[in-house]
């Protein structure tokens, strides 16, 4: 089943291509240490999910690219072009001369309802052109005007125009030292707004990816370019080919439906963060091995503790013995706070991966009371290798990992509203404020919900 | 004398072969000699006959997914369903699970099920050879009435609501996924559709339907093809023979219900079993009758005082204008939703519902007066029913709305995030 891709903004649409690019270099990639029969089939799910054929032969990406300004757009199709080996829709894109001015209410309230008629256009030719849908994902930051803005209006129209496709928004987390003042609105009103009509919200956090570039592949002049190739580097542990639900052969046909079903079935807990492992630069790459059990020991670990990469993981923290109540003095020290999840699904993807055991993320310690592991753990995996890692492990987590950082804009929003800050700038194209209120009562629902997890 | 020996030969031939006819009619029918032998209640003819009451009962196990199930199980399965369906003998319903016992039961089971309703041309409908695609039909309804009963859960302690909402959020995606592999289905169709235009040897359908375009592809599937066929005709043609034969089957259970009676007269003079009641419990009962009585005879007292006083009132407003008006309007409107609950209870009562499967034919002139059923129809008819489980549905949702906010109550402050288009 086909994915239609929708990139927004500056932030979606450099992301995107990244994705497009990783998927595409990874699945015809020689080093699969597979079978033949298995890397055609692999390439052939890949394809028939992200990419259509046409004429030509050169492999089309399932996207469509908007943004309100034509510069990004333009240095998008020409490096996609460049490469030679995939492009995009001849008419595909749609942009405006005239940006958002990182004004969310200006992008939704605005370029939404101005330019819907012509966007959802070209998402319905791309979703004409899939012999089955299985959905959409839709790239775009969460702080800017355009993507985030115009994101929360087209993810809405997405809602209203296709209700039984799944809808999966990757959200770009901002950087807690933003160089946007408003950035803490824009972040509540988007994430509102996609509460409410998304299903499911993959959330990557610039300041962690920042890290992973800095501390696991030595990057020293990190550039946005290394940033996005770090997020479609995990995009595409999760979503290329996995085999289906008895484990072998053939993939499984809709992962995004697999996906939710396993993740976010509740309403109110649809915050999915991405944990990967390992990551690092090619250079040592060359020079590591791996065991599934060491892999698996550090991504649980990553888990429990909440850690953003490998590096500097906490190993104090440990999930109380089943049966025990957790130690007074644990829950007292913040430092040792146990992540617990609602659900998790763990990809592996490498060699001799039958015989990883993920025991370790069936502790029912590690959930929430409410849902036993048998509900909340799901694993995928398959012996074709991902990216040049002979073993690589993937973690999607709808857990308490996100609490904190939303709990910061929330707080960090609601001081600025409360004096009045900048409101005029939103009010002034249709807002109210009254939207802000209905923005703060539903995120502080889910951050009571997600805070409730815990024992 | 030998002409009477002949009819009386003949009449002997008779019955085995009538049910002879009936078995190959039937998914995996027994020999009639197993009927016979279940006419004396023998052991052996059980197990076969349980078997078969199992096929004919559950509609999945056409597609082999339940029939890995134990022997019991598949007792279980046919009991309840039997009472679902409102069987009436308790013999049947108390003896053991797939036990040897009661192979006569078993065949009276059978035979009510075969007396009572169109059971054959539903099995035959459900293992039909499809070679033309067909509009998928709603099959709500069959798997309603006929399917499993639903698992009653007993839970020790209170369920906590989120796992509910993280169960019906499952569903929902199921649901949504049921929606979008329909939808594939659709586009695959039209594309052999279009591909074939042509193609096909019977001018008025045009194009190759799935069975045909997968023979074509691939010549030894028209072999299978061939002998389902050919298997499905020789079913068929049981079936007539059965259907001009039966008679002398129905004559003969006669025979089978005389021998029940002759063996155990008290089970007929007591079709239901009444609970076991201890001597106590007897005068007990006679003082809780008593009660009973006395209270229904208040009670018919008072609702007549009632009556009488309201009757009164009632007669002093009819004769006012107004009063006659409102009553007419009340009238009407209960007439009008009377109407309303009707048609959506009665599907049937809708001619152009499409009753039996049709094939799907895309043509491209659009002549009037065509024959069979136009898309545009069966959409209309579609719509009519999409409307009226929806109004079912929303009346359901207030209602549990209502429920919810009732408990809600208790927790103020509480906020619902509703799932997306709800």
């Known amino acids: 089943m086909s ?159 296709y209700s039984s496709s799944l809808k999966m928004n990757q959200i770009i987390w901002p950087y807690g030292t933003g160089e946007v003042i408003v950035q803490n609105y824009n972040s ?85 963060g991405v944990r990967n492992i390992p990551q690092m630069s090619e250079n040592s790459l060359a020079y590591s091995t791996f065991t599934w059990a060491g892999l698996l020991k550090h991504l649980r670990q990553m888990l429990i503790s909440g850690a953003k990469m490998e590096e500097g993981i906490n190993w104090q923290v440990r999930p109380p013995l089943s049966g025990l109540p957790p130690l007074g003095k644990m829950s007292v020290h913040k430092d040792l706070h146990l992540n617990t999840s609602v659900a998790n699904l763990v990809i592996l993807r490498g060699k001799d991966v039958q015989s990883a055991d993920v025991e370790g993320f069936k502790d029912p310690a590690l959930y929430t009371s409410w849902l036993e592991p048998v509900h909340a753990f799901s694993m995928w995996k398959t012996q074709r290798a991902f990216d040049k890692y002979e073993k690589s492990a993937a973690l999607v987590s709808n857990s308490q990992l996100l609490v904190k950082p939303l709990d910061m804009i929330v707080g960090k929003a609601w001081n600025m509203f409360a004096s009045k800050a900048y409101i005029h700038q939103y009010t002034r194209f249709g807002m109210e404020e009254e939207d802000f209120l209905d923005s703060f009562t539903l995120l502080e629902q889910v951050v009571a919900s997600y805070g409730s997890l815990g024992p | 004398m030998g002409r009477r020996r002949r009819r009386v030969e003949g009449a002997a031939r008779a019955l085995p072969e009538a049910i002879a006819a009936l078995s190959r009619s039937l998914p995996a029918g027994p020999s009639p000699e197993i009927f016979r032998r279940a006419k004396f209640d023998r052991p052996e003819a059980a197990p076969v006959l349980w078997q078969l009451l199992f096929r004919v009962l559950s509609p999945l196990a056409a597609n082999n997914a339940l029939t890995d199930l134990a022997p019991e199980a598949q007792a279980r399965v046919v009991k309840s369903a039997l009472v679902s369906q409102g069987y009436p003998r308790s013999a049947m319903l108390q003896s053991p699970e797939g036990g040897p016992q009661g192979s006569r039961e078993l065949l009276l089971a059978l035979s009510w099920l075969l007396a009572r309703g169109p059971l054959l041309e539903q099995l035959l409908a459900q293992t039909r050879v499809q070679l033309g695609d067909e509009l998928p039909q709603c099959e709500c309804d069959t798997l309603a009435s006929r399917g499993l009963p639903a698992p009653h859960v007993e839970t020790e302690r209170p369920v906590d609501l989120r796992l509910v909402e993280w169960m019906m959020g499952k569903l929902r995606f199921g649901w949504r996924r049921l929606i979008s592999s ?36 691939d010549p030894e599937s028209s072999q299978q093809l061939l002998q389902a066929l050919e298997s499905e005709n020789a079913r068929l043609e049981a079936a007539l023979e059965w259907r001009h034969r039966e008679l002398v089957f129905w004559q003969w259970m006669d025979t089978v219900l005389d021998a029940c009676w002759s063996e155990s007269p008290a089970v007929t003079s007591q079709p239901t079993v009444l609970p076991m009641i201890s001597e106590r419990g007897l005068g007990a009962l006679e003082l809780v009758k008593q009660d009973l009585q006395a209270l229904q005879e208040e009670l018919r007292e008072a609702a007549e005082r009632r009556r009488e006083a309201w009757e009164a009132q009632v007669g002093g407003l009819g004769r006012q204008p107004e009063w006659s008006t409102t009553r007419k309007a009340l009238q009407e409107a209960v007439e009008r939703e009377l109407v309303a609950l009707q048609g959506s209870w009665e599907p049937s009562s809708n001619p152009s519902q499409p009753q039996r499967p049709h094939r799907l034919v895309r043509s491209q002139d659009e002549l009037p007066g065509r024959q069979g059923l136009q898309a545009a129809e069966v959409i209309r008819t579609l719509s009519a029913q999409e409307a009226s489980l929806k109004r079912a549905l929303h009346q359901l949702q207030s209602q549990c709305q209502r429920e919810l906010a009732r408990l809600a109550g208790a927790l103020p402050g509480l906020i619902w995030i509703m799932a997306p288009g709800h």
């Open chain 1, 3 to 161: 994915i239609v891709t929708v990139q927004l903004g500056q932030c979606g649409n450099q992301i995107g291509f990244e994705v497009f690019d990783a998927l595409f270099r990874d699945s015809h990639c020689s080093q699969g240490l597979c079978s033949k029969r298995e890397n055609e089939a692999y390439q052939a799910s890949c394809k028939e999910r992200f990419f259509r054929e046409e004429e030509s032969g050169v492999p089309v990406a399932r996207a469509v690219l908007v943004d309100m300004e034509p510069k990004v757009i333009n240095q998008t199709l020409s490096k996609a072009g460049q490469s030679g080996r995939w492009k995009y829709g001849q008419h595909a894109c749609f942009c405006q001369r005239q940006g958002s001015g990182n004004n969310w209410a200006y992008g939704y309230s605005v370029h939404g309802p101005k330019h819907e008629e012509s966007i959802m256009n070209l998402i319905q030719k791309e979703v004409e052109k899939c012999d089955s849908l299985s959905g959409f994902f839709i790239i775009m930051s969460m702080a800017g005007g355009t993507g985030s803005g115009l994101g929360a209006f087209i993810t809405q129209k997405l809602q209203d125009q």
């Open chain 2, 182 to 217: 329909q939808q594939e289905q659709c586009a695959l169709l039209s594309k052999i559709h279009l591909y074939t235009r042509g193609c096909h040897s019977q001018k008025r359908l045009g194009h190759l339907s799935v069975a045909e375009t997968e023979m074509l592809r």
């Open chain 1, 188 to 272: 509540i009103l988007t994430l509102s707004h996609l509460y409410r009509s998304s299903d499911a919200l993959l959330i990557h956090e610039n300041d962690a990816v920042h890290k992973i570039c800095a501390k696991q592949m030595n990057i020293k002049q990190i550039s946005f370019r290394d940033l996005n190739q770090v997020l479609a580097h995990q995009l595409g542990s999760v979503f290329q080919p996995t085999y289906s639900e008895d484990g072998s052969f053939p993939y499984r046909r809709d992962p995004l439906g697999d996906l939710m079903e396993h993740l976010v079935p509740h309403p109110e807990f649809k915050m999915l």
